[in-house]
């Protein structure tokens, strides 16, 4: 048997993290559910002493996710760490991971701590963590770029304080693969009680290497954890993608040698639910998950694969989940139907009065739409526009008029707290003038900084999903929006980012 490589998610947590792509709690539970599905071993749920909203979250995880390790980030002390305890324990396996940084740069100017300080700090929160959990993990933050000896004496102490553990991350994508990768083989060489705790990479995309570097980890370093993201999210260019690292070592497991446990055949579902979840659009050349990954447009391309698919494919779509669109749903399907199709998504409502909602919106959309695919399904109960009362602002109806040569004008009604409203403009296009239209009752006076729409199932039968990503006072968010109707999409995505904007409870920034 071959040794295993262990995938550690942190969607939820490093992803999370990227200006505009925080999530909701029932968004949170939704994407761990999918993990658990995908077998990933290990989920970062969160940074529970972050915000409550994040407690509440990794807690929520940590209760319905039964076959994945579920891990809380926590910094170094005894507040965080009991936070992360607390929020982990309905947990079956849960894993507390504590980190401080031990680069000069981040221990002189953003610590300001000596490096001894740094030292018997580390040991201390490893300490407090072991007291409360069998599994912990411990990251040296911006490691790559520590001074080697220091490190090594920093590992080498929570080792022996009971991490079972040792993360190294390339906090800012600094790392090329032969460096990172003999980095790692030489912290293993050095300490000498290396062998026990599992080594672990961390690796962060500013120079495009993060797969690379994290594979140079596993191959030069003996590296047996990646921490990665699905699509690569996270903050500035993103983590270590999970469908690439995955598909990888499953792909060169003559040259790797390792197994993983992931159930590829998940990868595109995950891939499209985050993608809709957070509003950050996967492009179509990305590996794996991309919309072109597997179309073979040249016509030598496409005659070699109808002679023998491996002429110019080493993976097979399905085995990532790629599948032909799937007709799931239409227009005569029930309740029943609906209900069980949740279901298969991992989506769970909390009352019977949610899911009657949600197929009466679905029964709107198949009015309209007659073909349903779970892309429509995944849109529709992501719609928070729509779907909560407790927001802010809702979606109710929208005109508008538009003409060659004309200005065109719109008139938009939604509700603020309930009440409803009525908003008028004129704009440069029908969906400038509907924005406006909203933001001459609301008042934002948000920047538009992002405005993006793509065909949910790849045809113009298909919903429009319109992303927009509003800034204020230094806050980033983003709404997403589906209709058939991409100015509806819009006014929908809009109320969306506004809701966030309301809403987004301050948050102790997670380092890295
Ligand atoms: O990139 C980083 O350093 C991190 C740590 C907090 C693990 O995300
Ligand atoms: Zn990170």
């Given at each position: 048997m071959a040794e295993k490589l262990i995938i550690f998610d942190t969607t939820l947590r490093d992803g999370e993290q990227?200006?505009?792509?925080s999530m909701t709690k029932d968004e949170k539970l939704r994407i761990a559910r999918q993990l658990e599905r995908l077998k990933v071993d290990v989920i970062e749920a969160g940074f529970a002493a972050s915000s409550n909203g994040d407690f509440e979250a990794v807690q929520a995880i940590a209760n319905a996710i039964k076959d994945s390790t579920i891990c809380s980030l926590s910094r170094a002390n005894d507040r965080d760490i009991s936070r992360a305890a607390e929020a982990l324990k309905g947990a079956n396996r849960a894993r507390i991971h504590t980190f401080i940084a031990t680069s000069p740069l981040h221990m002189e100017k953003k610590l300001r701590m000596t490096p001894e300080q740094v030292l018997e700090q580390a040991k201390l929160a490893v300490r407090f963590a072991r007291n409360q959990a069998a599994d912990v993990e411990f990251s040296p933050e911006d490691g790559y770029r520590s001074e080697i000896d220091f490190l090594c004496r920093v590992l080498e102490a929570v080792i022996k304080e009971g991490a079972t553990t040792l993360n190294i991350p390339d906090t800012v994508g600094y790392a090329v693969p032969e460096l990172y990768g003999n980095f790692i083989k030489t912290l293993r060489e050095k300490i000498?009680?290396?062998?026990?705790a599992i080594w672990s990479v961390h690796c962060h995309n500013d120079l495009g290497m993060a797969v690379a570097n994290s594979l140079a980890g596993v191959k030069i370093g003996g590296a047996r954890q990646v921490e990665c993201t699905i699509n690569g999210l996270g903050e500035r260019a993103g983590n270590c993608s999970l469908e690439e690292i995955v598909m990888a070592v499953k792909t060169r497991r003559d040259y790797f040698g390792l197994d993983v446990g992931?159930?590829?055949?998940q990868i595109v579902p995950a891939s499209r639910m985050v993608s809709q979840t957070t509003g950050f659009v996967v492009q179509p050349n990305k590996a794996v998950v991309g919309a072109n990954a597997f179309a073979h447009a040249s016509g030598i391309h496409q005659d070699g694969v109808l002679k023998a698919r491996d002429t110019y494919e080493i993976m097979r779509a399905e085995d990532v989940?790629?599948?032909?669109?799937?007709?799931?749903?239409?227009?005569?399907?029930?309740r029943n139907a609906f209900k069980q199709r949740l279901n298969d998504l991992g989506i769970e409502m909390d009352s019977e009065t949610e899911i009657n909602a949600a197929f009466a919106r679905f029964k709107e959309l198949a009015d309209r739409k007659s073909e349903i695919f779970d892309e429509d399904i995944l849109a529709l109960v992501s719609d928070e526009s729509v779907t909560s009362e407790k927001e802010q602002y809702g979606f109710v109806s929208l005109a508008q008029h538009s003409e060659t040569g004309e200005r065109p004008h719109a008139s938009v009604v939604f509700s603020v707290e309930g009440r409803e409203v009525h908003g008028q403009s004129d704009g440069n296009g029908p969906v400038d003038a509907s924005l406006k239209a909203i933001e001459s009752h609301v008042k934002s006076g948000a920047e538009m900084i992002l405005y993006s729409v793509n065909a949910i199932s790849g045809s113009t039968e298909s919903q429009g999903e319109v992303t927009v990503r509003l800034q204020h006072s230094g806050r980033v968010v983003n709404g997403v929006g589906a209709d058939p109707d991409i100015v509806v999409a819009s006014a929908k995505a809009y109320l969306s980012a506004l809701n966030k904007l309301h809403s987004k409870a301050d948050r102790v920034a997670a380092q890295g």
């Open positions: 990227s200006p505009g792509a000498p009680n290396s062998d026990k992931v159930d590829t055949s989940g790629w599948s032909a669109n799937k007709i799931v749903l239409g227009k005569l399907s029930g």
